[in-house]
């Protein structure tokens, strides 16, 4: 909800403990020529939040995850994998309503597409791990229900046996069968024809480097470079048929780090960033490097475009920072706002396991500029947080900040939050600041780069309509307790351009979204009040 707040109300809130810091817009720094509009989307797996108020303005929604590599679109079936006892659950779901609510609402869709091998192959309730034929196991469907329960089904295991071991030899015909590309033509084709306008995007199936665990009933054995490759190669060239090359195609969609360098087969090894028997093999060729080249390769050598993006999912691995809320931990608090640093910073070292620099974008950039130019970079499952503090709604609109800062072409959250979450001001003071659906997107802008005094305590990033009519300028005060300043200052100003009269300021804090006044700039810059844990949104008309 939009709500005001005075100006003279606003002086109130100062503090003594207000510190100042600067934001250098370097105007001759163009970061990203156009911001695109597929960076604000939603993942929106099956049924969930078909029927829920679109309080975020979001522009793109992809329908996908897990589940969605067992989707049998003629059935509208699917099959859970590990995420919930390898269960069949027909009938709850239709991709027809799925995207019929989002055109409704005006979003792009974004559709994955099986190619694993395997999707649901049962109209009714069925399970891969029966209690019966394969003998007892650690769980079921049942555990942790009260007695009596009869809804869940006591037969359906989880795949384990009461010995901790993995079932082994199971039959995947139990409750999946075979699909191929024609299936996936089929699938393409059907989407297209109901809405060819508004389905840009087709990916080719989901973390296949974790498919050994998420799906072993039917794909027990780790997923390998060249299986990877291929199915690109194979699926690619069929949704490219299927929508007569008027679709991108994207892949492969890492789970995250480990699978951005070695396959399944290496990570069954035990292996994460070099040493698997497959990264060996390959020459000691990271997995998305070998991936880019090769398809290249084949593009070149059979005069054909397969892959218009390089997809990636993106989880933070410190603690207290993906779907979390917790802001009872300062480490929690601190790893989360500083959390889209890994993104970009080459000077911050993710405070995970991982305990490297990560920069997530400019490494994948760099990557695709030296082995295959011209691709497209997604995101196609990431979360900075919870849904309902402020500090996630910081952290997801830094992310979203820096992905337009730093070309990304299309990024959909996992998941949608629910209507009126806090989150959902973190998107809107973006794609909706005004409550009327004004956005910084629509006027095709240019990101430029801007130097900050203390990126850790107050980050700006700045973005300039095509025309060079408007300028927008938000700011993220991450410290919890103080009110600070930022002063923004217009540098290499080549074009001479002038801020014409007031800057209106928007902003979010823990109260949610608000106008919140206007600021007179000088000559060459402004200054904005920060108060604690919040956002501001300066928008100036040139």
């Not at 603690?319 to 970009?344: F, H, W």
């Not at 659906?437 to 095709?444: A, L």
Request: charged share 15%.
């Amino acid at each position: 909800m939009l709500y005001t707040i005075s100006t003279v109300a606003l002086l109130l809130f100062t503090v003594s403990n207000a510190a100042s810091f600067t934001a250098q817009i370097d105007l001759s720094n163009v970061t990203n020529p156009e911001v695109s509009k597929y960076i604000f989307g939603m993942n929106m797996y099956q049924n969930y939040g078909l029927d829920d108020p679109y309080t975020g303005n979001y522009t793109l929604g992809r329908l996908g995850g897990n589940s969605q590599s067992r989707f049998n679109f003629s059935t509208n079936s699917a099959n859970s994998g590990n995420d919930y006892y390898y269960i069949n659950n027909p009938g709850d779901f239709t991709w027809q309503a799925f995207y019929e609510q989002a055109n409704k609402n005006g979003l792009a869709f974004w559709t994955q597409i099986p190619a694993m091998g395997w999707v649901s192959g049962s109209t009714t309730k069925s399970w891969s791990f029966s209690q019966q034929k394969y003998g007892q196991q650690k769980s079921d469907e049942c555990t942790n229900q009260p007695d009596g329960t009869t809804w869940c089904a006591k037969d359906a295991g989880n795949g384990v046996w009461v010995n901790g071991s993995n079932v082994v030899g199971n039959d995947p015909n139990d409750c999946s069968i075979r699909t191929s590309p024609a299936d996936a033509s089929a699938f393409v084709q059907a989407v297209r024809k109901l809405y060819p306008n508004a389905s840009p995007i087709f990916s080719v199936d989901n973390e296949p480097t974790l498919w050994s665990g998420t799906h072993r009933d039917v794909h027990p054995v780790g997923s390998t470079y060249d299986e990877i490759v291929n199915m690109t190669i194979t699926y690619g060239s069929a949704i490219k048929t299927a929508c007569g090359n008027d679709c991108l195609v994207a892949g492969y969609s890492p789970w995250g780090w480990c699978g951005y360098f070695e396959d399944g087969f290496d990570h069954d090894a035990g292996f994460c960033t070099g040493g698997g028997p497959d990264y060996k093999a390959k020459g000691n060729i990271p997995l998305n490097a070998y991936y880019l080249q090769t398809v290249a390769a084949y593009e070149k050598a059979n005069n054909m475009k397969i892959l218009d993006i390089m997809d990636v999912h993106y989880y933070p691995a410190a603690s207290g920072v993906s779907m979390s809320c917790d802001e009872t931990s300062q480490t929690s608090i601190t790893n989360r706002l500083n959390a889209p640093r890994s993104l970009y910073d080459y000077s911050y070292t993710d405070p995970s396991w991982i305990n490297s620099v990560i920069a997530l974008i400019p490494r994948y950039k760099g990557l695709i500029n030296q082995l295959r130019p011209n691709t497209s970079f997604s995101i196609s499952e990431y979360s900075f947080g919870g849904d309902t503090c402020i500090t996630s709604a910081i952290a997801h609109s830094e992310a979203l900040a820096v992905m337009a800062t730093y070309g990304v072409f299309a990024a959909t959250r996992w998941s949608k939050p629910a209507p009126g979450s806090m989150v959902t001001n973190g998107f809107n003071i973006l794609t909706n600041y005004d409550g009327k659906g004004s956005n910084i997107y629509d006027s095709m802008p240019f990101a430029v780069n801007v130097k900050d005094s203390d990126v850790s305590k107050v980050s700006t990033y700045s973005f300039i309509a095509k025309d060079k009519s408007k300028m927008f300028v938000v700011s993220y005060n991450k410290d919890q307790n103080d009110q600070n300043s930022v002063n923004v200052q217009l540098t290499n100003n080549n074009d001479n351009l002038k801020i014409n009269g007031d800057l209106k300021v928007y902003g979010v804090d823990k109260n949610g979204l608000s106008y919140v006044g206007t600021v007179t700039p000088n000559s060459a810059s402004f200054t904005l009040s920060l108060p604690a844990w919040s956002i501001r949104l300066a928008v100036a008309d040139l």
